[in-house]
């Protein structure tokens, strides 16, 4: 729900997500809130109640539009995509795409959306941060982006994103193509060394690294217990001493 669903079209139809919707993985559509306005001016908004600067989303567009969109796909689940809103995570994607056949994301603008809406109608908020933008289509975008690669048949394999940043509470191990040498920076050796159980352990390391040294949040929160673990956490307190 949108007021620049040509902006969101050009998005959503490219790439990864345009090719999952040829082949009907999924479905993505942007609809006018204008489109289901009940006066003539096609006016979706207008002064605050109390005063102060800027408008507001009035409520009757947007319930016009929800309604329309829940009698024809069933109620599914509401977000709004809202500064005050609980900060998207990947937990959040993996949720949303395991357990609603549908979503349906309300883009706010100007000062916001009325309340009476979203307390009748939106079943949770959602915020990318803490920082303001000047609608809801980027956040909306975003989480349509983070939900639709994890429906399966998307992406190629479960592999692209299980062993993506996020998906066990880590950050993702460095990445390396080709040519082998660039500006006198090489590929790691043991990349090239054909032995994937090393390989493995390697990239284990280094998202434990990775996530220690950039995330300390994330990093206490993980369980490394395990005996593998153990023993990489012991080469690299040999190797960082200081963290």
């Known amino acids: 729900m949108t007021l620049f669903p040509e902006t969101v079209g050009d998005m959503m139809n490219e790439s990864v997500l ?10 993505i559509e942007a609809h006018q809130i204008r489109d289901y306005t009940l006066n003539k001016q096609k006016q979706v908004d207008d002064y605050p109640y109390g005063g102060g ?18 009698d024809t796909y069933g109620p599914g689940r509401t977000i709004y995509l809202s500064p005050c809103g609980a900060t998207f995570t990947q937990g959040d994607a993996k949720r949303l795409s395991r ?3 549908h979503l349906i994301l309300v883009c706010g603008h100007y ?4 309340q009476r809406f979203i307390d009748e109608c939106v079943d949770e908020e ?11 289509e980027i956040p ?41 040498v660039w500006h006198d920076r090489h590929v ?20 434990i690294l990775r996530t220690r040294q950039r995330r300390p949040d994330l990093y206490a929160k993980l369980d490394l217990t ?18």
């Not at 000062?111 to 009325?114: R, S, Y």
Request: charged residues 30%; aromatic residues 8%.
């Open 111 to 114: 000062e916001g959306i009325d």
């Open 226 to 243: 395990s005996k593998e673990d153990r023993a990489l956490l012991a080469e690299l307190e040999e190797e960082f001493p200081e963290g």
């Open 53 to 70: 600067r800027g408008a507001v989303m009035q409520a009757d567009p947007l319930y016009q539009c929800w309604k329309h969109l829940v």
């Open 18 to 27: 345009g090719r999952a919707q040829e082949r009907d993985f999924i479905r």
């Open 126 to 136: 959602i915020s990318l941060g803490d920082f303001v933008l000047t609608g809801g």
């Open 140 to 180: 909306a975008m975003a989480v349509a982006d983070a939900v639709a690669r994890l429906i399966p048949g998307v992406l190629p394999d479960e592999e692209c994103f299980t062993d993506e940043s996020h998906w066990n509470g880590m950050l993702e191990y460095p990445q390396y193509s080709r040519p082998e």
């Open 99 to 101: 357990e609603h056949d």
């Open 188 to 207: 790691p050796p043991i990349l090239r060394s054909g032995n994937h159980a090393a390989i493995a352990r390697w990239r284990r390391k280094q998202s």
